[in-house]
């Protein structure tokens, strides 16, 4: 049975999603926003942010003046400011969106953290490097605001449906397999995405969100990984001040979890000819639930024809229960950014936390042993040997 996700019985999530007219605050209250790295991400997060009542961009730094110009042009009233200094010293912001490489995650916490304290979303990959374990050590311990990590996916619509239905569909989640199928990856200012030790590696960059998913479906912590990681297609005939990219553009990655459970990652960047570009399957002894999340408007061609839509499939062990349920997305927040509107519901959260009513629901803890496993899963590649990640 199709059935649209747009019926009441869909929604049973606080978030509405098929409506994104958020919960309105007080006229009153006007939350100021920092971005710092106007690139790709940074401008998602000004056009998002700009669609919820009550938020507004009132700061903007990037080290490249194009960029930068950019995102004035976004977000006209915005102060640009000349260095990050100069914005960690401006009167009235309410929180700072860190949208920068990842390879200048760690610096800009560390430079953050000695200045000010802000709440902060810091995007994803929250750092690279397993040397950086002690700095969000030492936030977890000292930082006197709140943190949320931009490891938005679970937001997205047809997934906040899947989390809503896991349990009771397969009776407690015993095997789990998430595969990405897409394009590969995109150009990003001086490149910083081309190379291991700008991004952190892929299983790191690209593969945090799915192991945070895995660790947010599954309910339990990562005991090991293996996996196994190349580039086989992409890059290679590219070359910046002299060097290839050795960046992967294709993994599968297995991690066992400390309750037993099983969760497979298969990853390809070279697969725009997929239909889906994530597929999620959960499966336990009672059933199984597919979650179909197609490529972002911004990535299928017009010419393409009808582009497939978010879609969760039901299917009980018995074969007796079969659902195929459409959970559309909004088309304002499909013009928004090229994530399902996650980004969008991601700030409905993050502005929560701004306002004192719910803690960060991504945490610092999430954010590190999503990177963990990412850095384990390239050991375990390199070596050829399973690795328990540093938790
Ligand atoms: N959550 C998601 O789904 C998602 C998607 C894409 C990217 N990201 C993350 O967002 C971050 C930015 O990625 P992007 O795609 O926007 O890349 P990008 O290259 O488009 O943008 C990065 C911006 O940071 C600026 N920058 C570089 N060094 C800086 C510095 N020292 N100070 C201030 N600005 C500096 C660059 O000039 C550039 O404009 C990365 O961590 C990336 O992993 C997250």
Not at 175 to 182: G, T, V
Not at 237 to 259: H, K, N, S
Not at 315 to 339: M, Q, T, Y
């Amino acid at each position: 049975m199709v059935r649209s996700g747009c019926d009441p019985l869909c929604s049973p999530l606080a978030l509405n999603l098929s409506t994104i007219d958020a919960e309105p605050i007080d006229s009153m209250t006007s939350l100021r926003y920092a971005i710092v790295g106007c690139g790709m991400m940074g401008h998602e997060h000004i056009r998002n942010l700009q669609l919820i009542e009550g938020c507004e961009v009132a700061a903007l730094f990037d080290t490249d003046s194009a960029m930068a110009a950019s995102a004035q042009r976004s977000a006209p009233v915005a102060r640009l400011a000349a260095s990050l200094d100069d914005l960690l010293e401006m009167d009235g912001l309410d929180a700072i969106v860190l949208a920068t490489p990842n390879f200048r995650h760690a610096e800009h916490l560390r430079h953050i953290a000695s200045r000010r304290t802000i709440p902060l979303l810091v995007e994803k990959p929250l750092v690279t490097d397993p040397g950086d374990r002690e700095l969000i050590d030492a936030l977890e311990r000292d930082y006197a605001a709140p943190i949320q990590v931009a490891m938005e996916y679970r937001y997205m619509p047809p997934l906040q449906r899947f989390l809503a239905e896991v349990e009771s569909i397969t009776g407690g989640i015993r095997h789990l397999s998430i595969r990405e199928h897409r394009f590969p990856f995109l150009k990003k200012v001086d490149h910083w995405n081309r190379f291991n030790d700008r991004s952190g590696g892929t299983l790191v960059e690209k593969c945090c969100h799915f192991f945070d998913l895995m660790r947010l479906m599954i309910g339990a912590e990562p005991r090991r990984v293996m996996a196994s990681g190349w580039q086989a297609v992409n890059h290679l005939d590219e070359a910046y001040d002299g060097r290839t990219p050795d960046i992967w553009d294709a993994a599968f990655a297995i991690v066992e979890f400390d309750d037993d459970t099983r969760a497979m990652l298969d990853l390809c960047m070279f697969a725009e000819g997929a239909d889906y570009q994530e597929e999620i399957v959960a499966v336990g002894p009672a059933g199984r639930i597919d979650c179909l999340v197609p490529f972002a408007p911004s990535h299928w061609p017009n010419d393409l024809g009808v582009r497939p839509q978010p879609r969760v499939v039901i299917r009980s062990r018995d074969r007796r229960k079969r659902e195929d349920i459409l959970v559309p997305v909004d088309a304002r927040l499909d013009d928004a950014g090229s994530h399902h509107g996650s980004t969008y519901f991601q700030h409905l959260k993050f502005r929560d936390v701004l306002l004192g009513k719910q803690a960060p629901e991504v945490t610092l803890r999430d954010g590190w042993r999503a990177v963990a496993i990412g850095i384990a899963a390239q050991e375990s590649s390199a070596t050829g040997m399973a690795v328990e990640p540093l938790l």
